[in-house]
Nanobody, 124 residues
């Protein structure tokens, strides 16, 4: 099993920044993708960003390109999501997830392990 623990959420004004962290522990894989998804009340879960651990390739949803940056720290088994220029529509619970097959996927069904999520609220 893989345990994922997110942190760094909170309340911020529009235009502000937050950095989310997701620490992974437990079973390890030689290569995998870590992704961030978000879910707002009454809406479906949507892909935000992902990073391939082996090659460092990154993937972003169009809605966050140029504002969010995903990165990782191999030594700490941690992935980060730097969120700048936040908008009220970014308000959601943000969850990190692991795809053990390292597909660099936007599809939530490809992710095998999920964290509990951290709340991000952007006020206007």
């Amino acid at each position: 099993q893989v345990q994922l623990v997110e942190s760094g959420g909170g309340l911020v004004q529009a235009g502000g920044s937050l950095r989310l962290s997701c620490a992974a522990s437990g079973r390890t894989f030689s290569s995998y993708t870590m992704g961030w998804f978000r879910q707002a009340p009454g809406k479906e879960r949507e892909f935000v960003a992902a990073i391939s651990w082996s090659g460092g390739n990154t993937y972003y949803a169009d809605s966050v390109k140029g504002r969010f940056t995903i990165s990782n720290d191999n030594a700490k088994n941690t992935v980060y999501l730097q969120m700048n220029s936040l908008k009220p529509e970014d308000t959601a619970v943000y969850l990190c997830a692991v795809d053990r097959w390292d597909r660099g996927s936007y599809y939530e069904g490809h992710y095998n392990y999920w964290g509990q999520g951290t709340q991000v609220t952007v006020s206007s």
